[in-house]
């Protein structure tokens, strides 16, 4: 049984396109957190959010916290070729991060 | 911010061996966390590695198959005993630092 359920797992669209990750679960997490990683490295964090309701921007990647803190989107506006990689959304469980199955995305010229 | 430095990167090991893989950090932690990942999926968490006390490991990991030293605050080891082409996986270290989790760049393991 998956803890976080991260939708889709895969994605493959046209540069210039938007596109939104889900990240769903039946617990509530103090914090949630969504990494972005690169083949042969580690995951690196893109941001954090705590409280529910929460709305966060980073540049083109908009982040959003449920209200009741137990899912959690990304949105990116207009992907570029730069943005392609494995994103991975995890919640903070009792000081253990969990991780959901990730989305790799592919954006293509 | 932490910098982690894990070693080997790679390995081609064996089936029947173990190997050890160290992870250093550039700074004192309370917990460092072991992940395992097959290629383009997820992290599953293997074990917690406390400094002074044993490893917490989570479900599904035993301490027999992936042993693990803690020996001071800025070091551990975690070895992948026995090693069947099962064990083929990414092995990565992690802390958490204000709240911010940061990885070594893996050990990317194949047995044979």
């Known amino acids: 049984t998956q803890l976080l359920e991260q939708s889709p797992q895969f994605l493959s669209i046209q540069e210039g396109e938007n596109l939104t990750v889900y990240c769903n679960s039946s617990?509530?997490?103090?914090?949630l957190q969504w990494y972005r990683q690169e083949p042969g490295e580690g995951p690196v964090l893109l941001v954090t959010v705590v409280t529910g309701g929460e709305v966060k921007k980073l540049k083109r990647l908009t982040f959003q916290f449920g209200d009741a803190r137990k899912d959690s989107s990304l949105h990116i506006t207009a992907a570029q070729p730069g943005d392609t990689g494995l994103y991975l959304c995890?919640?903070?469980?009792?000081?253990?991060?969990?991780f959901g199955q990730g989305t790799t995305l592919q954006v293509k010229p | 911010s932490a910098v982690i430095s894990q070693k080997p990167s790679r390995d081609i090991c064996q089936r029947g061996t173990s190997l050890t893989i160290q992870c250093q950090v550039d700074s004192q932690v309370t917990m460092m966390f072991w992940y395992r990942q097959q290629p383009g999926q997820s992290l599953t968490l293997i074990a917690t590695?406390?400094?002074?006390?044993?490893?917490?490991?989570e479900s599904g990991f035993v301490i027999d198959k992936f042993p693990i030293s803690r020996p001071n605050l800025t070091f551990s080891t975690l070895t992948v005993s026995n090693m069947s082409p099962e064990d083929s996986s990414i092995y990565l270290c992690?802390?958490?630092?204000?709240?911010?989790?940061?990885f070594g760049q893996g050990t990317r393991l194949t047995v044979v």
């Open positions: 995890a919640g903070d469980l009792g000081g253990k991060l969990i």
């Open positions: 617990s509530v997490f103090s914090s």
């Open positions: 590695a406390n400094q002074g006390s044993e490893a917490t490991y």
């Open positions: 992690s802390v958490a630092a204000n709240t911010e989790a940061f």
